[in-house]
């Protein structure tokens, strides 16, 4: 069993930055892809980025540029640092494993005021 725990979330006002972390448990980490997804109110969830094994990363349009993903599997973690961020960010966080019928963390919250 895979446990995943995000830190990092908070308010912030724009044009501010946040770096959020996730760590799992176990020793499956290295083995899949891992990324970031975010719900905000009313809407459904989509992904932000993602990272595979091997290191390839892919983002959603509307953080390109802003957001960057990073993953260190000796400490089984991985990382978004959010740069330039936009009220439209404001959301909960979530850090998954697997993709999106496998493992995901309790999510954490990001509000940031305009």
């Known amino acids: 069993q895979v446990q995943l725990v995000e830190s990092g979330g908070g308010l912030v006002q724009a044009g501010g930055s946040l770096r959020l972390s996730c760590a799992a448990s176990?020793?499956?980490?290295?083995?899949?892809?891992t990324g970031w997804y975010r719900q905000a109110p009313a809407k459904q969830r989509e992904l932000v980025a993602s990272?595979?094994?091997?290191?390839?990363?892919n983002y959603a349009d509307s953080v390109k540029g802003r957001f960057t993903i990073s993953r260190n599997n000796a400490k089984n973690t991985v990382y978004l640092q959010m740069n330039s961020l936009k009220p439209e960010d404001t959301a909960v966080y979530y850090c998954?494993?697997?993709?999106?019928?496998?493992?995901w963390g309790q999510g954490t919250q990001v509000t940031v005021s305009s």
């Open positions: 176990g020793k499956m980490f290295s083995r899949y892809a």
């Open positions: 998954n494993l697997g993709g999106p019928a496998a493992w």
């Open positions: 990272i595979s094994n091997g290191g390839s990363t």
